[in-house]
């Protein structure tokens, strides 16, 4: 159970990726747009299966700072206004593990949905509209 819990955290804001390292003799350094993809948020996850909100746009998304939630878990605030997800060590971890997983996953559904990691203009305003159902 202790090798979840990383002994370091390292935040480089510079190349903007947070460095796990655990007492097992693994590291793992997780970039801030494949954390900020992979938000245990239920603005990302939703409130059930089949309602995850696919991120596009954080190509460029930093890690602004990491907050610690008691002895379980760490908050990541985002440049982009984005701090509601609570990251568990066990999450953490899995991310480490599986990252080249779930980012070709990801990368994959972006590419379904006809979406890109680069973010719109700044001066760029969007409006979705939902299709009426016929009656």
């Known amino acids: 159970m202790t090798n979840i819990v990383p002994t370091d955290i390292r935040l480089h804001k510079k190349s903007a990726t947070l460095e796990l390292v655990y007492a097992d003799g693994i590291t793992h350094a997780l970039s801030a747009e494949f954390l900020r993809v992979h938000s245990p948020s239920a603005e990302v996850r939703?409130?059930?299966?089949?309602?995850?909100?696919?991120?596009?746009?954080?190509r460029h998304v930093k890690l602004t700072n990491v907050q610690s939630?008691?002895?379980?878990?760490?908050k990541l605030v985002f440049d982009d206004g984005h701090d509601t997800g609570i990251y568990s060590w066990d999450y953490l971890r899995e991310l480490g593990e599986d990252e080249k997983e779930l980012w070709n996953t990801y990368l994959a559904k972006l590419q379904e949905a006809g979406e890109t990691r680069e973010p719109l203009p700044a001066d760029t305003q969007v409006i979705q509209i939902k299709p009426v159902a016929d009656n």
Do not use: D, R
């Not at 939703?46 to 995850?52: A, D, K, P, S, V």
């Not at 939630?69 to 760490?74: H, T």
């Open 69 to 74: 939630v008691g002895n379980y878990a760490v």
């Open 46 to 58: 939703g409130h059930g299966i089949g309602q995850e909100v696919l991120q596009s746009g954080k």
